[in-house]
């Protein structure tokens, strides 16, 4: 059964940076796209950021953008999400997911296999 693992969340301060793994087992790894993706209790879970099976193209969500960096280590069959100039809007479970196809989505529906989670709690 394919296993993604998520660790790195905590409790940290405004502009303070984490950096999220996520690790995977039992699966292709290289053959799959990865996102990020986050809920915040009470609301809809929603799309973070995503990359391809090689690295070379990632795609954010503009709340993001320019502030997080998803990358992947196809040897360690580990993603990650460094996440810089965190901001409290940021607060939410962030969950891990695998695509089953090479190229990125920012749909849920379109990712097989999920993490159970990681929480992230920004104070201001």
């Known amino acids: 059964q394919v296993e993604l693992v998520e660790s790195g969340g905590g409790l940290v301060q405004a502009g303070d940076s984490l950096r999220l793994s996520c690790t995977t087992s039992r699966l292709t790894f290289g053959a799959y796209a990865m996102g990020w993706f986050r809920q915040d209790p009470g609301k809809e879970r929603e799309f973070v950021a995503s990359?391809?099976?090689?690295?070379?193209?990632?795609d954010y969500a503009n709340s993001v953008k320019g502030r997080f960096t998803i990358s992947r280590d196809n040897a360690k069959d580990t993603v990650y999400l460094q996440m810089n100039s965190l901001k409290p809007e940021d607060t939410a479970i962030y969950y891990c997911?695998?695509?089953?196809?090479?190229?990125?989505?920012?749909?849920?529906?379109?990712?097989?296999?999920w993490g159970q989670g990681t929480q992230v709690a920004v104070s201001s």
């Open positions: 990359i391809n099976w090689s690295g070379d193209t990632t």
């Open positions: 997911a695998a695509r089953g196809t090479r190229d990125t989505s920012r749909s849920q529906q379109a990712y097989t296999n």
